[in-house]
């Protein structure tokens, strides 16, 4: 190699065998801990829109205290592609050595990382947030997510049951097949407020821009986590969702307040938002997880850079002693 | 290849080839006209310290019509990293095809293509503010930039007499050895006021964090170009030069009034800024350049995103091409 500082191309397929589920999910509760201990530095994420090609790209980078890399994340969205074939997401993750600033590797994720550490965040979520005894698991979307989110959770909780419901008939059997095969009994569901009726946690995993769940559906007890509102004009709690929660736990304040559901929630002017509390506060400590069964919890998550460098980190290191 | 994204690999060699200073100047001068015209689109940079370690990284993105690629440019400054024997300045940029946002290429550039598109700006400035005849450069500072921007501003002007200032003798006289054996006939000065007595053109290419060049040295007919000013608390240009100058040909208006030579004069309160135009309003045609000879010119630059898209396709392009 001519150039010293060449960093090292990892694939998708080396960081689907590297990255599992428990993996994923200690690094990104250490990355939520760091934050709350205030070891992070998250700067504002580059939103660039290409109106011409319908597209769209976004940039995040973080630094934590410890980890020894810095992740660049360059995700692109480019909704007219799949009339070519193409798929409509795409990107890649540069990282960095944390210490010198030097290219380390380059991963080739396809999305791979984003979508395991988002589920990883959502089984962070419920960690703190869900009853520690949970029957019966609602998923509303039929896709990646609804798959990552499933995974991640049976990190931190027992269960079996799950119960799904996707406007797309045939993504939502393929789901249920999907799942069955990975040793679950699954349901598929006629209505969200069906899935509200009997899930203990309910995980909403959709692009909607209009609420599913609504506020007189959440009964006692429930914990709803919400990956959806990543940019804005997303949305897929009823405002009124936020006022009846006894815990909000955001990903980070200022991009929930933003573009996710707690933004909607401030526009309707819902003003009883108490405990609003970041999930890395609750994680470190500083403030309180749910406390009684009887509670409604709802995570809201936006997906913040520091959770991207948390994971490429830990992709780099894992994939060096694999090699 | 497994990946069928997986985006080339260009290394610095390859780029030094292929990107001359001629090309350069043609794709950054075009670059600057479809700013001028409304074609582009820069978000904010992302800038993250590393305090812990010394270090900081900056991220620059643009898109420009008509331009088939976006890049995204990291560069990082770790200044503890010479203990190490380590470059201070690294990164890389990633092309993405700005129809579909998948990836094209990775430029393993090594901050080639940002010294040279930032001596390219220079020529494209000198271009639209510089006397058409000019007998003599001068040169501030002894690094790559006081390398780039003589080479670049040949491509515009006919000149052969480079005189050169530096606070470090013995990286001035291997400048001055350098240039001489690249055909130019090269003196050291003994100072920036023997330069401004003598030069037509002053370049200023210093990481200084205060004013070298006084206003009461500027001759009328004279231009200057500072290239030094791109983060707070850099400076190379006296406030009262802004003042003195018939012209001040900026960039980026917003950048240049953060951090450049055009914010010092607005911290001092001087009023006459008289017309400060960006070089792409100058180079559309929508702003006047020089018009008389006896005008007194001074270009801020601070280094645009939309230049590194510019360079960055350039190169993908021309390797292509070559291949």
């Not at 798929?87 to 010198?100: H, K, Q, R, W």
């Not at 309180?288 to 290191?317: E, K, N, W, Y």
Request: hydrophobic share 40%.
């Amino acid at each position: 190699v001519s150039n010293p500082t060449a960093p090292r191309i990892i694939g998708e397929q080396t960081l689907r065998r590297i990255i599992t589920p428990a993996i994923a999910f200690d690094v990104i509760r250490e990355a939520f801990r760091a934050d709350g201990q205030g070891r992070t530095r998250v700067p504002p994420v580059i939103n660039l829109d290409v109106p011409a090609h319908h597209g769209e790209f976004h940039i995040k980078t973080a630094y934590i205290e410890g980890v020894p890399h810095i992740a660049v994340k360059i995700a692109s969205g480019f909704y007219d592609n799949a009339t070519r074939g193409l798929p409509s997401g795409s990107g890649l993750i540069a990282v960095f050595d944390a210490e010198t600033g030097l290219p380390s590797a380059l991963l080739l994720d396809n999305g791979f990382l984003t979508d395991v550490r988002t589920g990883a965040a959502g089984a962070v979520a419920a960690d703190v947030l869900a009853r520690r005894n949970i029957a019966v698991v609602g998923v509303v979307g039929s896709g990646i997510q609804a798959r990552h989110q499933v995974r991640c959770l049976r990190v931190v909780r027992e269960f079996r049951r799950v119960v799904a419901w996707s406007p797309t008939r045939e993504r939502l059997r393929r789901y249920c097949d999907e799942l069955r095969a990975e040793g679950y009994e699954v349901r598929p569901a006629e209505s969200v407020e069906e899935i509200c009726a009997i899930a203990d946690v309910v995980i909403t995993t959709t692009p909607s821009r209009q609420a599913l769940v609504r506020a007189e559906w959440l009964r006692p007890g429930m914990h709803v986590t919400a990956v959806g509102s990543d940019s804005p004009g997303k949305q897929e709690l009823e405002a009124a969702c936020l006022e009846r929660a006894d815990i909000i736990g955001v990903d980070r304040h200022s991009q929930c307040a933003a573009f996710g559901e707690l933004s909607h929630a401030m526009t309707a002017g819902i003003e009883r938002l108490t405990r609003v509390a970041e999930l890395g506060n609750i994680v470190a400590q500083k403030a309180a997880g749910r406390t009684m069964d009887q509670q409604i919890t709802i995570a809201d998550l936006t997906g913040v850079g520091f959770q991207d460098t948390a994971i490429a980190s830990a992709a780099v290191r894992a994939s060096n002693q694999s090699n």
